[in-house]
């Protein structure tokens, strides 16, 4: 048997360009994992109004974070799984094939899987970076899979890492990380934990999302041996007028200046690689409307990228499954 091991993100548009960004939504955004609404309702909705009026803006925010290499979600994917394979190595599992692809757009999850066929996997362990399962996320990537696995004559034997939220190797990372950017640049008054939210109607419905992010958070402010009141989880990238996870993370920095606050430290535990909601909808607009509200400071922590630590809780997660 060869076993691969196969690293999934959401996705990214291949350039930061209208066109581009359209053919990202228009498949984003078209998954009714995604947006739950009638297709009926939704599909009009979607080519008729979202698809004409948002790619340009969303276009020119990716170009605002855009690298020489490409978009960034791409770039750390890429990194990670390099580097996963070098550590496997290391670790005297030279025979894994380690890949990555995305959910959306390319490397798609039909081709590299075609590739690890090809390369003679018979075994795939599929690892979402997803630490949090949401239905939009995980379950959607499974949907995928699934749909690969229907058109094949010999299919691979799949397995799932499902959920990760309190991973010791992926909780201590965060820890890490967050303690280098205090003694490198100061403490802030309070920790934002910033998630990527989800309507709330989702969550009444039985996903598991919100109490992963909590659980999360939870275990960090543990870790960091943080009181209640120097830390809040909140949410953001809420899409459309329905009510999502709340506190919303944008409305809290700006109460929390409004209030007197005058510096802040904000991560994003649930994105292990930068991407535009970080470097742009953290890092720029939420730190623009802290500092108009009245706040002073606001500094940005990054994601996990390729930080040693996080390589190598990937590497225990991918080993201790069976």
């Not at 291949?14 to 739950?36: C, I, S």
């Not at 809420?238 to 007197?260: D, I, N, S, V």
């Not at 730190?287 to 996080?310: Q, S």
Request: hydrophobic share 40%; net charge neutral; with cysteine.
């Amino acid at each position: 048997m060869t076993t691969a091991i196969l690293l999934l993100n959401l996705g990214t548009p291949d350039e930061p360009t209208a066109p581009a960004v359209r053919r990202y939504l228009a498949e984003f955004l078209g998954d009714p994992r995604v947006v739950e609404l009638p297709r009926l309702l939704w599909l009009p909705i979607l080519h008729g109004i979202i698809l004409r009026t948002r790619p340009a803006k969303s276009a020119a925010k990716y170009a605002t974070i855009w690298t020489t290499e490409g978009s960034p979600l791409k770039v750390h994917t890429e990194r990670q799984a390099k580097l996963l394979r070098g550590l496997l190595g290391e670790r005297g599992r030279k025979e894994l094939l380690i890949d990555w692809a995305m959910r959306y757009q390319n490397p798609s999850i039909p081709a590299v899987l075609d590739r690890l066929v090809q390369q003679g996997a018979t075994e795939i362990l599929i690892l979402p970076l997803y630490p949090q399962y949401a239905g939009s996320t995980t379950a959607s990537t499974q949907d995928a899979v699934n749909a690969w696995l229907a058109r094949q004559k010999q299919p691979p034997v799949i397995s799932w890492v499902k959920e990760y939220p309190t991973d010791p190797g992926y909780i201590g990372a965060l820890a890490a990380s967050i303690r280098e950017h205090w003694v490198a640049h100061g403490r802030g008054e309070k920790l934002i934990m910033s998630f990527h939210g989800i309507p709330q109607r989702s969550v009444d419905r039985g996903d598991p999302y919100a109490s992963q992010c909590h659980a999360t958070a939870q275990a960090l402010a543990a870790a960091l041996d943080l009181p209640p009141d120097q830390w809040l989880a909140t949410f953001q990238s809420r899409f459309g007028a329905a009510k999502w996870l709340q506190p919303y993370t944008q409305p809290t920095l700006e109460e929390l200046a409004r209030g007197g606050m005058k510096r802040v430290d904000v991560l994003c535990p649930g994105f292990p690689a930068d991407c535009l909601e970080t470097l742009e909808e953290i890092s720029m607009e939420c730190r623009e409307a802290f500092l108009h509200a009245g706040g002073e400071t606001f500094h940005y922590i990054p994601c996990l990228n390729e930080r040693p630590d996080w390589i190598a809780a990937l590497a225990d997660i991918c080993l201790s499954r069976p």
